[in-house]
RNA sequence: GGAAAGUUGGCAGAGUGGUCGAAUGCGGCGGUCUUGAAAACCGUUGAUCUUCACGGGUCCGGGGGUUCGAAUCCCUCACUUUCCGCCA
C-alpha cells in the first residue's frame, strides 16, 4: 500500500509512475483518495473537538458528584446529549471516509523503481546478465517429462489419481533428488548469513492481507472457509508476517531469513504447454529468502540476494540468464523484480525459476513493520524476497541439461546430498 | 471436543467505574563518578491521528454495548494457560 502523505506530497510524481505500471486510470483515482483522505481530516478535526468538549464535561461531573452538587451534575449531564449526539454522526462519518480511503489505496499498485524498463509484456523485459554454456545434446534428447518415466522418478498419473494434475508423486531417485536439493539450498543460504525458519503452511487472512494476495488474489490460493485459513503460494508470506506489526532496531537489519516450504497455488488459467510436466503444479517445494532493511540499504541488499541466487545456479552447472522485469510484467506490489530464467534443452526454451524482489515500503505500510532510526524516528522498513530456489524447474532443467545416453548426471555439488551420481 | 482461569507499555507486574496512557521493578538511552569497566546515584524512555504551532483526539487482545464518565461492568470473537477426553 502506498503511503498517503506521499501521494498527498507527490501527486504528479505517484501519477506518471502508475503509468509504467500500466495502472488505468490513475489521475482519477489519486484525485479521489486524496479528496477522500482531505474530508477524513476535516471530520477528525471537528470530531476531536466534541470530544474534548465531552471528556472536560464528564470530568466536571465526576467533580461534582464527589463534591456532593448532584443537582448541579444532573444538569451539566443534559447538556452531554447534544454532544453525544453529534458524536456518533462524526464517528460514522470517520469511519466511512476511512474505509473509502484504504478500499481505494488497495487498488493503486506499488510504484515502479526508477530503473524499470518501460515496457507493456514479457517481450519488453531487459536481459541483464546470461552466464553459463547452452549445452549441445545428443541426439535423441528428451523433455524431463520423457526422462521422469523412463527412470520412474516422478509419476504424474499417479497424482492426477490420488489428488488431481499438478500433484505429481516423486520416486526413488526423484524423491531423493527433492530432499537433496533442499537441503543444498537451505545450506547455502545459511552459509550465506540467512537464519533458517519453517513456517504454517496456511495462513489467515491478516497475513495474506500484509504481503498482498488479498483482497484481490483470492483466486490464486486454496482456502480452508471453515477456519479461515489460506494455503500458502509461497513462504514469502508466513516469514515476512513474522515481522508483521513491529518495529525494529536499525542495529538489527538487515534481517535476514531462509525458510523452505511447500508451495500452493491454483494457477488458475494457465493452460498449454506451459503446464506440462514439471513445468507448472499445484503443488511444489521452494527455499525462499527473506530481508527486512533499509531503505538506505535496501537495493545493496537486493544486489546480494541476486549474487546468491546466480551462485547456486552456477553450482549445479546450469546456464542461466537474468532478466530485469518490464513496467508492465512486474507484480502488484513489487517496484523492481529480478527473474532468473534456466535454460531448458530439451524444451528450448527458458524456464522461470526464480524472481528476486524489493518491495521498498509497500508490504511494510500494510502490515506495519517499522524500524526506529537513528534519529530515534520511526519509519517503514524494506521488505525484499526471492526464491532460492523453486525445485520443479531446476529438477526439469538438471534433468534435461545433464541427459546422457546412459542416464542424467548429478552435478558435482549436489553429490554428497544425494549419496548417488546418475540417475539411471 | 468438555470445564476453568487469563490477555495491561520492550519484559515482569499493580490497578475492579471518575484527574489512569496507566504505580513499581527490570531492561534501554543520556549523564555523574572511574585510567577503563562494574556498582552506585541522577535524569530520561510507548504507539498513533490531527494542527504551521500551542494544543486536542485515540489506543490496556479484536469488535460491539451499558454509563455523563470504562483498563475496570455486560455481550461476542480470537488467543494463552491448567484439568479432562482423544491422539502422531
Request: with cysteine.
Amino acid at each position: 500500500m502506498l503511503q498517503l502523505n506521499f501521494i498527498r506530497e507527490k501527486r504528479d510524481y505517484v501519477i506518471e509512475r502508475l503509468g509504467v505500471k500500466h495502472f488505468k486510470d490513475a489521475e482519477q483515482v489519486i484525485d479521489e483518495i486524496i479528496a477522500s483522505d482531505n474530508k477524513r481530516r476535516n471530520t477528525q478535526t471537528e470530531l476531536d473537538k466534541i470530544k474534548s468538549e465531552s471528556n472536560s464535561l464528564a470530568k466536571q461531573i465526576g467533580i461534582m458528584y464527589k463534591q456532593g452538587e448532584a443537582a448541579k451534575a444532573e444538569e451539566l449531564k443534559k447538556q452531554t446529549a447534544v454532544c453525544k449526539e453529534r458524536e456518533k454522526e462524526l464517528s460514522e462519518q470517520l469511519a466511512e471516509c476511512e474505509a473509502h480511503v484504504r478500499e481505494l489505496l488497495l487498488t493503486v499498485p506499488n510504484l515502479p523503481n526508477e530503473n524499470v524498463p518501460l515496457g507493456k509484456s514479457s517481450e519488453d523485459n531487459v536481459v541483464e546478465v546470461q552466464k553459463g554454456e547452452i549445452p549441445q545434446l545428443q541426439e535423441g534428447a528428451k523433455p524431463h517429462w520423457d526422462i521422469c518415466a523412463e527412470y520412474d522418478i516422478v509419476d504424474f498419473e499417479l497424482g492426477n489419481k490420488i489428488t488431481g494434475a499438478g500433484f505429481p508423486v516423486y520416486k526413488r531417485k526423484g524423491a531423493k533428488l527433492q530432499r537433496a536439493l533442499i537441503n543444498f539450498f537451505l545450506d547455502e543460504a545459511e552459509a550465506n548469513g540467512f537464519t533458517e525458519v519453517q513456517p504454517p503452511l496456511m495462513v489467515n487472512e491478516n497475513s495474506a492481507m500484509a504481503t498482498g494476495q488479498l483482497p484481490d488474489k483470492e483466486g490464486q490460493m486454496y482456502s480452508i472457509p471453515l477456519d479461515g485459513y489460506y494455503m500458502i503460494p509461497t513462504a514469502e508470506v508466513p516469514v515476512t508476517n513474522i515481522f508483521r506489526d513491529t518495529i525494529q532496531k536499525e542495529k538489527d537489519l538487515p534481517l535476514q531469513y531462509c525458510a523452505y516450504s511447500q508451495c500452493f497455488r491454483r494457477e488458475a488459467g494457465s493452460y498449454g504447454k506451459d503446464v506440462r510436466g514439471l513445468n507448472r503444479l499445484h503443488q511444489f517445494d521452494k527455499v525462499e529468502i527473506v530481508c527486512i532493511d533499509t531503505p538506505e540499504h535496501s537495493y545493496e541488499q537486493l544486489e546480494k540476494m541476486k549474487n546468491h541466487v546466480a551462485g547456486l545456479l552456477e553450482k549445479l552447472e546450469l546456464p542461466y540468464r537474468i532478466l530485469r522485469l518490464c513496467g508492465g510484467d512486474m507484480s502488484f506490489t513489487s517496484a523492481i523484480t529480478y527473474d532468473f530464467e534456466v535454460w531448458s534443452a530439451a524444451q528450448q526454451r527458458w524456464l522461470e525459476v526464480s524472481s528476486v524482489s524489493n518491495f521498498e515500503t509497500y508490504q511494510s505500510n500494510r502490515m506495519k513493520l517499522r524500524y526506529k532510526n537513528s534519529e530515534g524516528k520511526t519509519v517503514l522498513a524494506h521488505t525484499l524476497n526471492g526464491s532460492a530456489l523453486a525445485l520443479p524447474r531446476i529438477v526439469a532443467a538438471l534433468l534435461e541439461n545433464h541427459q546422457t545416453p546412459t542416464g542424467v548426471n548429478i552435478p558435482k555439488a549436489l553429490q554428497k546430498y544425494t549419496g548417488f551420481d546418475k540417475i539411471d
